[in-house]
């Protein structure tokens, strides 16, 4: 079993539309949790961190749940620019460091 | 304002080959790590150091090495060149006390072993 799973889709929506992606970790050490961005044939970027208090950055609303070991990323408003792969992320600290974990990806387009 | 830099964005060797891709950060971070990514596998980690001077093995670190000798540079080397190396190369740096805060990322090199 991956210690970070996610659907790996594609989603297909349309402009306007909300839409949600799930991430379930099977490392209860697990400390850090982000949601990372990366469009074709570049870098990952950091789209935000997760909490477990939630948080929210403009269109974009971030879920932790640590007792069911899940992490949720929710789209509102959907744009075509919004069209990439969401990689959700895990990290634990270790001696001089920390741990991090990707998942393999989930794909979105985004149709005018 | 130059992040994370990583050359050669392109390479092509044959098999048996080795060379050495170069990653600079210019952060003063103290974490840095190398990444492969193939289609359907995410980002899978090779070695990743914490500081100057230590380097440890990640999930698939068999054909490469690595060194730390100073903060700034993280290179990999491919021992000798395999098919089975033919990938997408992210090198990563993160701050220790901003772990929080995740990772910045190269552009990546594109190897591609004929």
């Known amino acids: 079993r991956k210690e970070v799973e996610q659907d790996p889709g594609p989603f297909n929506v349309p402009e306007g539309a909300t839409v949600a992606f799930n991430c379930t970790y099977s490392?209860?050490?697990?400390?850090?949790f982000f949601w990372y961005r990366q469009d074709c044939r570049k870098e990952p970027k950091l789209l935000m961190s997760v909490y477990s208090s939630g948080n929210e950055d403009g269109r974009f609303t971030a879920q932790l749940n640590r007792a069911s070991q899940y992490i949720s990323l929710l789209i509102r408003d959907s744009k075509l620019s919004d069209s990439a792969t969401y990689l959700c992320?895990?990290?634990?600290?270790?001696?001089?460091?920390?741990?991090?974990?990707f998942g393999a990806g989930t794909r979105l387009f985004v149709k005018a | 304002n130059a992040g994370v830099t990583q050359t050669p964005k392109f390479q092509v060797l044959k098999t048996g080959q080795s060379m050495t891709l170069q990653c600079a950060q210019d952060?003063?971070?103290?974490?840095m790590s190398w990444y492969r990514q193939d289609p359907g596998m995410g980002l899978r980690l090779i070695h990743y150091s914490v500081g100057a001077g230590i380097t440890d093995q990640g999930e698939v670190p068999n054909g490469y090495n690595v060194s730390r000798s100073t903060t700034e540079d993280f290179p990999l080397r491919l021992l000798s060149a395999a098919p089975s190396q033919t990938s997408v190369y992210f090198c990563?740096?993160?701050?220790?006390?901003?772990?929080?805060?995740?990772?910045?990322f190269g552009s990546g090199t594109r190897l591609t072993v004929v």
């Open positions: 990563a740096s993160g701050s220790k006390s901003e772990g929080r805060r995740g990772y910045t």
């Open positions: 490392n209860s050490a697990s400390q850090s």
């Open positions: 952060m003063n971070h103290e974490y």
């Open positions: 992320v895990v990290s634990r600290y270790l001696t001089g460091g920390f741990k991090t974990i």
